[in-house]
């Protein structure tokens, strides 16, 4: 079973979007809504010892970019089987198998709002992965069971130290609606750093009314909350 999905898998990863699109079709979970006509839908196939998952990005109703995430089982015995399986389509570093990303690069870009010039050394590879919705969609600080650091929170925490306020102003402007939130929330922590501080509020009431509610984890509770309240409460914590 694993094999015959690993094969089906390889055969459509590298074709069209709506090849893959199709492929996964079936198993789409509803849109996720990321603001600014920006939207994200899960998918996963099932097999025996392993599932692989896939997610599917849309502006205005186009898909732009996918992501697939090849598992491998736990069995220790079975991974080099299944890395061997992998290797037509996808890359094997030692018997990690990395993910197939399309056009990931354009979910990194600024939103279409974002009018300012920026350069290489303002928009670094660490940024760019933040500002991905691929580097965690739950704001916030800690959640689960076990409290721990929400993943963007995490990568949020190895930027922190060294931002420019220009590369916050950058940030505020992500595809990732828990990076833009973490962004405004250092503005507000920080606001003596910045200048044309109207200009950049009127940027935040912007965010809030387009998307109101955002993912996170209060707890053990995950679910949608309002952004504006979240912001404000992250905000006054020291």
Not at 9 to 31: D, Q
Not at 82 to 87: E, G, V
């Amino acid at each position: 079973m694993d094999k015959k999905i690993i094969d089906e898998v390889n055969s459509v990863v590298k074709a069209s979007p709506r090849a893959v699109e199709r492929y996964f079709i079936k198993r789409l979970r509803e849109a996720d809504n990321l603001g600014f006509g920006w939207k994200v839908r899960g998918s996963a196939v099932g097999g025996g010892y392993i599932s692989i998952k896939a997610k599917f990005y849309y502006r205005n109703d186009t898909l732009v970019s996918y992501s697939v995430f090849p598992e491998l089982p736990d069995e220790s015995k079975l991974k080099n089987t299944y890395a061997n399986w992998y290797a037509p389509a996808f890359i094997v570093d030692s018997i990690e198998i990395k993910p197939f990303r399309y056009n990931d690069a354009l979910l990194s870009t600024p939103l279409a709002t974002y009018h300012e010039p920026y350069s290489s050394t303002s928009m670094t590879k660490a940024i760019a992965a933040y500002m991905s919705p691929e580097s965690g969609l739950e704001y916030g600080t800690y959640g689960g069971y076990s409290s721990s650091m929400l993943q963007n929170r995490k990568n949020f925490t190895n930027l922190q130290d060294s931002l420019s306020s220009g590369q916050v102003l950058l940030m505020m402007h992500a595809v990732n609606p828990a990076s833009r939130l973490t962004a405004i929330e250092y503005y507000l922590k920080n606001k003596k750093l910045f200048t044309n501080q109207p200009h950049i509020e009127q940027w935040i009431e912007t965010v809030f009314r387009e998307l109101p509610e955002v993912k996170s984890l209060q707890g053990c509770m995950g679910g949608m909350y309002n952004a504006r309240m979240l912001v404000s409460w992250y905000s006054s914590i020291e």
